[in-house]
């Protein structure tokens, strides 16, 4: 089972973290080590659409084509952290891990190869 971020869909796998971690330091698996460490959000503040656009720079950093970046990248407002901000009493406080979809499987195979 391939276990993504819900605050940016990065592959945990991917991750050279493995996972951000909790207020006591121990690792968890449902944001990586990019978006959450401590317990809090590195970028408390920022907006699905700069989440958006952040990925896709460095996905483009990477070496990966734009098209295909902003591919990746149109799932994260379906992710927990931003299912959250848009309905507050929806609050999860312990999202379960999330599985990209198998064609954003396909997709990202294409570059991550």
């Known amino acids: 089972m391939t276990l993504i971020c819900n605050s940016c869909a990065m592959d945990l796998q991917r991750d050279p973290e493995s996972g951000g971690t909790d207020e006591n330091g121990e690792k968890i698996t449902r944001y990586c080590s990019f978006c959450y460490q ?8 920022i907006t699905v659409k700069e989440m958006q656009i952040y990925a896709q720079e460095v996905l483009n950093s990477l070496g990966v084509p ?21 309905n507050p009493a929806k609050k999860i ?18 570059f991550i190869r």
Do not use: C, S
Request: charged letters at 30%; aromatic letters at 8%; a negative charge.
């Open 38 to 45: 401590n317990g809090d959000f590195v970028h408390p503040n």
């Open 66 to 86: 734009k098209p295909i970046a902003w591919l990746y990248t149109r799932g994260i407002p379906k992710l927990a952290r931003w299912q959250m901000q848009r």
């Open 93 to 110: 406080v312990n999202p379960p891990p999330q599985e990209p979809d198998d064609d954003e499987d396909e997709q990202r195979d294409i």
